[in-house]
């Protein structure tokens, strides 16, 4: 990884994070403990719309680590910076943790096998993208 930063830093200001959740307020917190801590060199933060992980935000994701953070308040970030980008030492209660299975896909959901046939062992129907009662283009 060729990454020009020590940590960077991903804050989730999506239409959830950002609008429902307030996440500006996260980044300005981030801004702040990076000169609170003396952090000014080698961490980029970045704003992002959307990880697809809408109903577990505000959500924050640190490379080059890969570490997901969910529920994350202003009070939290003190923390993350102190601790993660500081120390290397993630913030476990604030790791990214499925809380539900996903809901179904359309395809699992509704699945578009013709009459008689099995749908395949551990994976979604196939699809009948062109409506002619088969699977696939034809
Ligand atoms: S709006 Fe933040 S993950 Fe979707």
Redesign the pocket.
Known sequence: MNLPYRKHVLI?I????GNERNSNRVRQEFRKEFVRQNMMTGIKETPCV?????SY?P?VIVYPDGVVYSGVRPQDVAQIVRDHLGSGRPVERLLFKKKEEPPQTCAEAIPSVPDGVAPPAGGPAPVDSDGDGQSGDS
């Open positions: 989730c999506g239409p959830r994070c959307c990880f697809g992980l809408c935000g959500n």
